[in-house]
C-alpha cells in the first residue's frame, strides 16, 4: 500500500490531521487499531484556539450543537465539608467572557461525539482512507508494518504520524528521550445526569481533596475527584454508597444524582503523568498529541494540545505539499511553532497539580488568596484565560506575581488596561512559513 501521509492513531489529534491534508487533496491513511469506542475517558473541554480551528475547517456550527457553553469554572473552598450551604460559600470565578469575541468561552462535548464529527467531515473527502481496526507493528526497511486481522500489509507513506497517545511505538522507534514526572495523587471520573442549575464548571476545593464538574449537554455532567495514590483499590471495597458520600459532603445539590453510578465499572481511574519529549521531528516522522507530551488533566488541556498539533503540521504539510518543497528543516517549522507554546500549558498545569494536590494541603488559605487576587485583578485575570485558552501567551511579571501573593495591591477595574493584540497568536504565528511564498515565487 502507498500514501502521502500515514497517520498511526485515530483520536481527535490524529483525526485533525488527517481532515487537514485530505481537504487539501493529499493522499491521506489512518490506522487506528481499536473497533468502534473505548470506554475509556478521554477529554471533553474544548478551549477557545481549539474552536477558532474548528471555526476554520467550517465545523464550528455542528461542533457547538453537539456541545455545552462554558462561560466560567467558580472555584469553591470548603473547610468543612459539612453544615454550610455550597451556595452560601464565597467563590471566585474565572471567567473566559473577558477574551476576544467570538472565542470567549469553552465548550464541553462527549468525546466520542467529536471524534464522529471529525472522522464523517474527513470520509467526505476522496483522498482520505481509514483503517481500522489495524494494529501498527514498526517500521521494516522505511516501510510502516500494520496487522489487519490475521494478515500484516506494509505501508509505504512520504511522512508518518504518530497521534498514538502515551504508549507510542513510534516514539519508542525513534529514541527520543522523555523524562516523566509522576504525582502523589490519582483522580477518579465519571458521567452521571446533574441538576438543571449546574450549568458552569464548578471545582469544589478542601484541604485534602477536590472535585471538579463540567457540565455537559443533555442535563449530563462529567466529575472530576481527586484521592491518595494507592487509594482506588480501598475505595472499591468501601463500596459505592461511600463514595456517593465522598461527593455529598463536597456538592449536596448532587444527592439524587450521583446515587444514577450503578457500578464500579462507570468510574475510571486516571493516572496524571507529566512529560515533554527531546523532539517532535525525526527524518520524516512526527509526533503529535499524547505521544510528544502529556499534560497534568488539572488545566482540561491534553486533547486541545494534540488537535492544535494536528492542525499546524496539517497546514504545513498541505503547504509543502503544494509547494513541491520537502525537507526535515521545513518539518522541524512545526516543532518550532508547538514546543514553546506546550511547555508553556505545562507548566502551567503543574503549578495547578501543586497547588491542588496533597503536598500543598497545608497552604489551603494561601491558594484561596492567591486565586481571589487572580481572579480579581483585571489583568492577572485576561492574562491566565488567555494562557489557558491557547489563543496566545501573555507571561507574568514580578509586578504579577507580587499581587498575586499579597505583596502588592490588586489593580482595579477602573484603571487603565487592555489586552495588547501582540499577546494573541495570528496566522504568521501559527504557520510562518506561509511567510516563504514570496520566496517560492520568486
Known amino acids: ?18 481532515l487537514k491534508l485530505a481537504r487539501c487533496g493529499i493522499g491521506v491513511t489512518l490506522v ?14 474544548v478551549q477557545p484556539k481549539t474552536l477558532q480551528i474548528f471555526d476554520s ?16 469554572i467558580d472555584l469553591v473552598e470548603r473547610k468543612k465539608p459539612v453544615d454550610i450551604n455550597l451556595e452560601e460559600l464565597p467563590f471566585q470565578s474565572m471567567s473566559y467572557n473577558i477574551l476576544p469575541k467570538p472565542y470567549h468561552h469553552a465548550l464541553m462535548i462527549p468525546h466520542e461525539t467529536l471524534k464522529t464529527i471529525l472522522l464523517e467531515e474527513a470520509e467526505k473527502y476522496p483522498s482520505f482512507k481509514s483503517i481500522q481496526p489495524g494494529r501498527f507493528m514498526g517500521f521494516e526497511n522505511g516501510l510502516a508494518k500494520v496487522k489487519l486481522a490475521k494478515e500484516e500489509v506494509f505501508i509505504e507513506a512520504d511522512y508518518y504520524v504518530s497521534a498514538e497517545g502515551r504508549k507510542s511505538k513510534v516514539r519508542d522507534f525513534m529514541q527520543l528521550r522523555r523524562k516523566e514526572k509522576k504525582y502523589d495523587h490519582h483522580f477518579l471520573t465519571v458521567t452521571f445526569p446533574r441538576p438543571k442549575c449546574l450549568t458552569e464548571g464548578k471545582i469544589i476545593s478542601t484541604d485534602r481533596t477536590f472535585l471538579g464538574l463540567f457540565p455537559l449537554p443533555d442535563n449530563m455532567v462529567r466529575s472530576v475527584y481527586l484521592i491518595p495514590k494507592g487509594s ?6 468501601e463500596g459505592l454508597e461511600s463514595f456517593y458520600e465522598k461527593y455529598l459532603e463536597l456538592c449536596p445539590s448532587l444527592d439524587g444524582y450521583v446515587q444514577r453510578i450503578e457500578s464500579w465499572k462507570q468510574i475510571q481511574l486516571m493516572i496524571p503523568v507529566h512529560y515533554h519529549v527531546s523532539s517532535y521531528v525525526k527524518d520524516n ?7 510528544a507530551h502529556s499534560v497534568h488533566p488539572m488545566a482540561g488541556e491534553g ?11 496539517g497546514e504545513l504539510f498541505c ?18 511553532v508547538r514546543r514553546p507554546r506546550v511547555h508553556h500549558i505545562l507548566k502551567l498545569s503543574h503549578l495547578s497539580a501543586l497547588a491542588y494536590s496533597r503536598p500543598l494541603r497545608s497552604f489551603v488559605s494561601w491558594r484561596k488568596k492567591v486565586m481571589d487576587q487572580l481572579t480579581n485583578d483585571p489583568v492577572l485575570h485576561i492574562k491566565h484565560m488567555l494562557n489557558i485558552s491557547g489563543l496566545g501567551i501573555w507571561k507574568e511579571t514580578i509586578i504579577d506575581r507580587a499581587i498575586q501573593t499579597g505583596v502588592a495591591p490588586k ?8 489586552l495588547d493584540k501582540r499577546h494573541l497568536f495570528t496566522k504568521r504565528d501559527d504557520y510562518p512559513w506561509r511567510d516563504m511564498e514570496e520566496e517560492v515565487k520568486g
Open 232 to 237: 482506588y483499590k480501598t475505595m472499591i471495597e
Open 319 to 336: 503547504w509543502m505539499y503544494e509547494h513541491n518543497r520537502h525537507s526535515s528543516e521545513l518539518l522541524s517549522l512545526y516543532e518550532k
Open 57 to 72: 475547517i467550517g465545523l464550528l456550527p455542528p461542533v457547538l450543537d453537539a456541545g455545552h457553553i462554558i462561560n466560567r
Open 32 to 45: 487506528e487499531q481499536m473497533k468502534g469506542s473505548p470506554h475509556l475517558y478521554k477529554g471533553e473541554l
Open 303 to 313: 486533547m486541545n494540545l494534540a488537535i492544535q498539533d494536528g492542525d499546524v503540521i
Open 411 to 418: 489593580r482595579t477595574e477602573e484603571m487603565d488596561f487592555h
Open 285 to 291: 516522522i512526527v509526533l503529535l498529541g499524547d505521544a
Open 1 to 18: 500500500m502507498k500514501t502521502n501521509v500515514l497517520v498511526i492513531g485515530g483520536g481527535v489529534g490524529g483525526l485533525t490531521v488527517a
